[in-house]
């Protein structure tokens, strides 16, 4: 699969840990930045890698921020996407199963490497349920634009 990866400059540090864990499983990541440790505004970021889920560019989408606040939001605002804040395996886990969340947003400043890792690994690897779920994603869908 083809994973697009975003952070802001408060999730520099774990640029690497993502992009292997990735590599990993097999997949390929297509990074969008940023690359350094400048300041910059997290929703640059986030709109790229949303824009390549919703066209189909990318599988998966992951991004992350000094919270991962920030970038949910974001990624939320584009059309069609469910973006997921998550901080354990039990929330990467029903992101997947119950939201089928296709954008993985995780804290560099609130989450450690293992964390991070599990995240990643638990998101990538779980099938959405759909059944009772798949209408209730199809009642958020549809308050897109209210
Ligand atoms: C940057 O200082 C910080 O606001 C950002 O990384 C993120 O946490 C926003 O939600």
């Known amino acids: 699969m083809k994973i697009a990866t975003g952070n802001d ?36 970021f986030a709109l790229p890698v949303a824009l390549a889920v919703r066209k189909g560019d990318a ?38 199963q119950h939201n089928d969340a296709q954008i993985l947003c995780l804290g560099a400043r609130v989450l450690d490497a293992d964390t991070i890792e599990t995240c990643i690994r638990t998101f990538l690897t779980t099938d959405f349920e759909g059944g009772r779920h798949a209408r209730r994603v199809a009642k958020i869908m549809a308050m897109e634009g209210r």
Not at 18 to 23: D, K, Q
Not at 31 to 37: K, S, Y
Not at 69 to 91: D, F, P, Q, W, Y
């Open 9 to 44: 400059h408060a999730a520099l540090e774990v640029r690497s840990l993502v992009t292997r864990v990735i590599r990993d499983l097999g997949h390929e990541a297509v990074d969008f930045g940023t690359t350094d440790d400048r300041s910059v505004d997290y929703p640059d």
């Open 59 to 96: 599988d998966f989408g992951i991004l992350v921020c000094g919270t991962g606040i920030g970038m949910s939001m974001a990624a939320n605002k584009v059309g069609g996407i469910r973006a997921a804040l998550c901080h354990s395996e039990m929330t990467a886990r029903m992101a997947r």
